[in-house]
């Protein structure tokens, strides 16, 4: 089988990834063929303090041959990095990922962690978000996915008191819609899915109730199309353990709703998937980590769960 190549955005310059890439590559055999887009410089200055002795291949990105590529050096596409402006090698970065994309070389992108507030401007909330107006994609979800439960908010990086106001119908069935097309494809099963409720106990003092007025209606409907689907439960009991073990998937109404329990519960057993996009892209479930650059002390977890969901697309 031939499998395309894995690019790899390294993204942040003083973050943490160079050292789970490392311990990754270590513990494991790939595939797919790893393509790093990032600066060659940090790449030999990173694999210096890790003591890494392992061949480096520079590669054009407009020259990639498939046929000769294997994991036996270090792939790179050497981007290049100046002092004070981080925000402009990532963005290089990813120009040359989506280029590559775009010449149907590879389906498969890994963006390493990246301080959003020194990357984006406030048109985006996110990476999802900076990625998918990319590519023109309107319709994505955020599934943080691990084997056992998965969850996915129907907001992502919004500041809460614009949440309630982002609550649509349209916006639920996008997003379940996404998460159930990706289970069949990918994991040959709908999933089922538990919806949280966005107030306390679902319940409101206002006379209008988001939870009885929106997102009831909204999972009836959903019901009645085909999807193994439930709700609105109240957010403090459906992570308990005989509540959760019910369901594949939990969608939340907004960010910390689910991303809490889910970190607290997996930690880096967990891996973020953009649904929607006509590529895979995969990033580890946490950021930066910039007061554990060079400790040696990371865990890698997260980012071999990329690697290995991808390795096998």
């Known amino acids: 089988m031939n499998h395309k190549p894995i690019i790899i955005v390294a993204g942040q310059p003083n973050s943490i990834f160079f050292e789970i890439f490392f311990k990754s590559i270590k513990f494991k055999k790939f595939k797919s063929p790893l393509i790093l887009v990032a600066s060659i410089k940090l790449l ?9 002795k392992k061949k480096i291949k520079l590669i054009e990105f407009d020259k990639i041959d498939k046929s000769k590529l294997n994991n036996n050096s270090i792939n790179i596409i050497n ?14 970065c990813f120009d040359i990922a989506f280029k590559i994309l775009n010449s149907n070389v590879s389906n498969k992108l890994i963006n390493g962690p990246i301080n959003k507030s020194k990357f984006l401007d406030k048109k985006f909330l996110g990476i999802t978000e900076y990625i998918s107006e990319k590519f023109k994609i309107k319709e994505v979800a955020m599934l943080i996915y691990n084997k056992e439960l998965s969850v996915c908010p129907v907001t992502t990086h919004l500041p809460l008191k614009l949440v309630t106001k982002s609550i649509t119908p349209k916006i639920i069935k996008e997003k379940a819609t996404l998460i159930n097309d990706f289970f069949k494809k990918n994991l040959g099963f709908k999933p089922k899915i538990a919806v949280t409720g966005l107030n306390p106990h679902c319940e409101s003092i206002n006379k209008f109730n988001e939870d009885s007025k929106i997102i009831t209606p909204t999972i009836k409907n959903l019901k009645q199309v085909g999807l193994k689907i439930d709700g609105p439960f109240p957010a403090d009991t459906i992570f308990l353990k005989q509540n959760r073990k019910k369901y594949n998937v939990i969608l939340g109404m907004y960010h910390d709703q689910v991303l809490t329990p889910i970190k607290t519960l997996k930690e880096y057993d967990a891996i ?6 006509p590529f895979y892209r995969v990033s580890p479930d946490h950021g930066p980590n910039e007061t554990m650059v060079n400790k040696n002390l990371s865990s890698p977890i997260s980012m071999m769960k990329a690697l290995n969901f991808l390795d096998n697309k």
């Open 44 to 52: 030999k200055s990173q694999m210096y303090k890790f003591k890494v």
């Open 272 to 277: 973020n998937i953009t649904l929607g996009l």
């Open 79 to 92: 981007v290049n990095l100046k002092k004070k402006e981080s925000h402009k090698y990532i963005k290089n």
